[in-house]
Structures are given as C-alpha cells and as structure tokens.
Nanobody, 113 residues
Framework: QVQLVESGGGLVQQGGSLRLSCSASGSISSLYIGKMGWYRQAPGKQRELVAEISHVGSTNYADSVKGRFSISRDNPKHSVYLQMNTLKPEDTAVYYC?????WGSGTQVIVSS
C-alpha cells in the first residue's frame, strides 16, 4: 500500500515563502507515478488545482499562482514539491498532494495580512 506524506505547511506573513513537500511511502519499489500535483481547498470553497507536473516535467499552473509558485518533482524519490513565493492571504487553504489517483491528507497553509 502506498501513502502520500506532505510537509512544509505553516503560518507565514503576506509576501513570505513556504515550500511544500510530498513523498510516497510504503510499497514503492516498482511504483510508477505519472502526473503529480498540488490542490488546495479554502474554507467554504471547492478543492482546486494549484499546479501539476507530468512524469517528464511538463507543468500547468492555476492563473492565480502563475509567477509566484513553482512545482517540481524528483522521480527516483517519488516526491513532488511546491515552492510558494509572494504569498497572499487568499492562498490560505489546506494543500493536498496528488499522485495519479492517490491523495495526501493535506497540510495547512495560513497567510496572515
């Protein structure tokens, strides 16, 4: 069984930066992961795509984070990262890691004004 474990959330002031990490653990010896990504869900809102990256490194970003966030991955480590810069209060949400059909449990990001 494979689990996704996220880390790196927290409280940061507006304009600050955070880096989220997500790694697959468990039965990963023969694991192949195609698309990996980050989603977020703010209180009272639907879960939305933040950024995604293919196995070969093609990326896609939500318009709201373009130029501020950067997604990357390490295939041998089955890991994906999200570098978040120039954070805004509206970035406050629970951020979820996604890998194909698997989901992490989420990590909270709070941006204070």
């Amino acid at each position: 069984q494979v689990q996704l474990v996220e880390s790196g959330g927290g409280l940061v002031q507006q304009g600050g930066s955070l880096r989220l990490s997500c790694s697959a653990s468990g039965s990963i010896s023969s694991l192949y992961i195609g698309k990996m990504g980050w989603y977020r869900q703010a209180p009272g809102k639907q879960r939305e795509l933040v950024a995604e990256i293919s196995h070969v490194g093609s990326t896609n970003y939500a318009d709201s984070v373009k130029g501020r966030f950067s997604i990357s991955r390490d295939n041998p480590k089955h890991s994906v990262y999200l570098q978040m810069n120039t954070l805004k209060p509206e970035d406050t949400a629970v951020y979820y890691c996604n890998a194909d059909t698997m989901w992490g449990s989420g990590t909270q990001v709070i941006v204070s004004s």
